[in-house]
């Protein structure tokens, strides 16, 4: 196959660069405004392009703000399955310190759009936008390998390992919902260790 049919042209370099702009923007706005005021005239306003503009690229502003949420889905679960594939030649432990430094990290970065979406009122209206789309493969599935690799490495006990990936979703929503906001990035790496100390170890005193 040619270079030519497999890189990208200047135009559809430039088109991804423009669907990335619009969706920070729609970040920017969904994070100061809340879901209900997120209009496509706030979103092209802060992005520097059109209103019609972003309408060659999104049917409407719900559309827009799951595609939103699902490109942040995506830059994690690509961050995830970095380190997932590169888990065989490395502790378990720190594995599962990679995967949870990085999902504070990501959250962190994008605590405005976090905020909104565990926001009891915000969280409807997405599950009502997401009802109307098929969402993608989503970070259950990564929890599940990461259990598995976990099991095959005799680090996590085989018995009750279909209930670990939901364990360790919801310490990382607890987590992300009450503190990670107000974490310093410096701190991280010590809170995704207490994580991981939980998740393995408990919390209990062993004699």
């Known amino acids: 196959m040619s270079a030519e049919r497999t890189t990208p042209s200047l135009r559809d ?8 702009s619009i969706l ?13 005021d997120s209009h496509i005239e706030k979103i092209a306003e802060v992005a520097g392009v059109s209103v019609g503009t972003i309408y060659n690229y999104f049917q409407n502003r719900d559309d827009l703000l799951m595609a939103l ?3 942040r889905r995506e830059e994690m679960a690509t961050a995830f399955d970095a380190i997932l594939d590169a888990a065989s030649s490395r502790a378990f432990e720190d594995v599962l310190f990679d995967c949870v430094r ?3 990290e990501h959250a962190q970065r994008h605590r405005a759009l976090f905020s909104v979406i565990f ?15 098929t969402p993608p493969p989503g970070m259950a599935e990564r929890g599940a390998r990461l259990v598995r690799i976990g099991v095959e490495s005799r680090a996590l006990r085989e018995v009750d390992a279909t209930l670990y990936p939901m364990f360790f979703g919801s310490i990382m929503r607890a987590h992300v919902m009450h503190e990670v906001d107000g974490v310093p990035p410096d701190d991280l ?19």
């Open 119 to 133: 926001d009891g009122a915000a969280h409807s209206e997405f599950a009502a936008i997401r009802c109307r789309r």
């Open 102 to 104: 990085t999902g504070l």
């Open 69 to 71: 949420v699902e490109r």
């Open 13 to 20: 370099r430039l088109k991804a660069a423009t669907r990335e």
């Open 24 to 36: 920070d923007a729609a970040e920017v706005v969904l994070g100061r405004d809340g879901i209900r």
């Open 189 to 207: 790496p010590a809170r995704a260790r207490a994580i991981v100390r939980f998740f393995l170890y408990g919390a209990g005193a062993r004699p």
